[in-house]
C-alpha cells in the first residue's frame, strides 16, 4: 500500500508536507502544553478563519490575510497581561468567535460560491498542496524551528518562570510575542494539512503526549516529534486506504494514541516511571560528574 | 541612626544604587522615597512585615514592577548584551509558577542556571557543569537526587534545586526573596554557608528579603521597610538602636538571641 500510495506525485508532496508541519508544532507543542496556550492555540487557528474568509472573498490570497489575522490575534494575545479586565482568555472567546461570524457571514453574502474552498480551510485538504506551496510551508517551517533553536533556552527558562527569565536578562516580552507568532505560522502551515477547527491538535496532543511519557524535556520533545511524525504519516495511509478526509484521520489517529497511552499509564503508572528513568538514566551515564 | 552603611570591603564596587524610588500598585503608594546602594561582596537583609513592600522592592529592581518615581542606576549601567542591568539570580517567594509540573532534572535545571539563556554557554562547558554540581552540593542535595525529575521532589527539595540555580550561573546580583521558606535547619545551615562563600569568593552583591532572624546574622546591613525605609544599619546597630522597629516587623525575639 505504501509503495502504491507513494507512487503518486500528490501523496508524496502531502507527505513531505505533513513531515515538515508536524516536527515544526511538534516542537512548539512542547512550549503550548508547558506554558498552557492549548486555547490560544486553538483561538488563534480559529481567528485565522475570518482572514482566509476575507481573502478569498476579496479575491487576494487567504492563506496570506488569513496569516495577518492569525498573527495579529498572536501579538494582541501577547500583549494582553493576567489580572487586568480583557484577559487573554477573553480576548481569545472574542478573536475565536469573532472571526468565525465573519467567516460564515462572508459565505452567505457569497451565495455559497466559497463554501467549497472554505470547507477546505476548516477542515484541511493536504492533497491540493502545491510543490510552491511546499516550498513556502518548509521556508516558514525553517523560520520558525529556527528560532525554536537559537532561542532555546531562553523560552525554556521563560516556560519554567516568567519572573526568573526577565531577572536573568531574557527578553520575555519580546519572546512571549515571538513564540505566538510562532504559533500562528504553524496553524497558517496547517491550515492546508488539517484545517483551521483541527490545527490546534497538532499544537497539543503531541506534547500532551511526550509530558505523559517523559520527564524531562529533551525526552518530551523526542516523544513529541516522533508521535506527531508518525501519526501524520498514519493518518495519511489510513486516509489513502479508506478514502477517510487526510486531516481527520491524522487527527483521529493523535487521538487514538493519546487514548491508549493514558490508558497504558493509568494502569502501570510504574511502565512510566521505568520508561523515564531509563531515559534519563541514559542521559546521566553520558555526562562526566 | 546612620543612614550608610559602609561597604564588607572598602574596594567593593558599587553594583545599585536606588534613589527616591516611589511605587504604587492599583493606585496605592506602596513604597514611598526608598534610597540606598548595594555594593559587590556585600549583603544587604531586607526585614519589614507583610505587606511592607520587600517583594515590591526586589520586582522594581528586576523590572517587573515600574517605578512612578525615582531612578535605579546600575553599575556601567550598559552591559556588552544591550541590557541595562547586570544578570540577576531572582529567587521568587512561595512555589515558583510551572516548576512543578515541569519535565527537568535537578541536575538540569542547576545546569540550565550555569548556562544562562545565552544560544552557546556561557563558558566552556565543563565549567557550567562544575558550578551546577558545586550549587547542588552547596544546597545539600545529594547525587542520588540529581537524576530525580524536579516534580519528584519535595517542596523543600525542589526550593533548594532553584537555589542551586540561582547560585549556579554568573549573576552579578542575587535577590532572594524568603530563601528559607520550606527548608528544614540542615538545609538552612547549607544555605548560610553558601552565601557566606558567595560573599568572601565572588564579585556578586545579594539582598535578601526575610522574616528568618538567623539569617540576618549572616548579612552585612539591614533596611526595614515598612512603605518606606524605617530603619537601617548593620544588624548590630539594629539591634541596639531599633527595638521599636524590630517589634513592629516581628523580628524582636529572634534578634534578641543575638546579644
Known sequence: MWIEMLGHSFMRTALTAGLVIGAVSSLLSFFVVQKGLAFAGAGISHAAFGGLALGTFLDRDPLLVGGVFAVGTALILANLSKGKTLTPDIAIGIAFSGSMAMGVILISVSRGQYFGELFSYLFGNILAVSSTELWAISLLALIVGAFMWLFFRGLLIMTLSKDVACAQGVPVRWLDCALLTAVAITVILSVRLVGVVLASALLVLPGAIGHMLSGHYRGVIAVSMGTALLSITIGLGLSYRLDWPAGASIVATLVAKFIVTTLLFSSWPSLSKRLSGSYIGRIISSEKR | ?259
Not at chain 2, 541612626?1 to 570591603?9: A, E, G, L, N, R
Not at chain 2, 536606588?18 to 514611598?32: I, K, T
Not at chain 2, 556561557?122 to 516534580?151: C, F, N, V, Y
Not at chain 2, 521558606?181 to 556578586?204: C, F, G, M, N, T
Open chain 2, 1 to 259: 541612626m546612620d543612614s550608610t552603611v559602609q561597604p564588607p570591603y572598602p574596594s567593593s564596587r558599587r553594583l545599585i544604587r536606588v534613589m527616591n524610588l516611589d511605587v504604587d500598585l492599583a493606585g496605592q503608594r506602596v513604597l514611598r522615597d526608598i534610597t540606598f546602594t548595594l555594593h559587590e561582596n556585600e549583603t544587604l537583609g531586607l526585614i519589614g512585615p507583610n505587606g511592607g513592600g520587600k517583594t515590591t522592592l526586589l520586582r522594581t529592581i528586576i523590572g517587573l514592577v515600574r517605578p512612578s518615581a525615582g531612578r535605579i542606576a546600575f553599575a556601567g549601567s550598559q552591559q556588552p548584551n544591550g541590557v541595562e542591568r547586570p544578570r540577576v539570580g531572582y529567587l521568587p517567594q512561595g512555589e515558583v509558577e510551572n516548576l512543578r509540573s515541569f519535565p527537568i532534572r535537578t541536575y538540569d535545571l542547576a545546569l540550565l542556571g550555569a548556562e544562562g539563556e545565552a544560544v552557546s554557554a556561557a563558558g566552556p562547558k565543563e565549567e557550567s557543569h562544575r558550578r551546577a554540581r558545586i550549587a547542588l552540593r552547596d544546597m545539600g542535595l545529594a547525587q542520588q537526587i540529581w537524576s530525580r525529575p524536579i516534580s519528584a521532589l519535595s517542596g523543600g527539595q525542589r526550593r533548594r534545586a532553584l537555589l542551586a540555580m540561582m547560585l549556579s550561573g554568573e549573576n552579578k546580583l542575587l535577590l532572594l526573596d524568603e530563601p528559607c521558606e520550606s527548608l528544614d535547619h540542615p538545609a538552612r545551615r547549607k544555605l548560610y554557608q553558601a552565601l557566606q562563600r558567595i560573599r568572601d569568593h565572588r564579585e556578586v552583591g545579594t539582598m535578601i528579603a526575610t522574616h528568618d532572624s538567623r539569617l540576618l546574622r549572616e548579612v552585612d546591613s539591614v533596611i526595614a521597610v515598612d512603605g518606606r525605609i524605617a530603619a537601617r544599619g548593620t544588624p548590630e546597630q539594629l539591634l541596639h538602636n531599633g527595638e521599636g522597629v524590630l517589634r513592629q516587623c516581628g523580628m524582636h525575639e529572634g534578634f534578641a538571641g543575638m546579644r
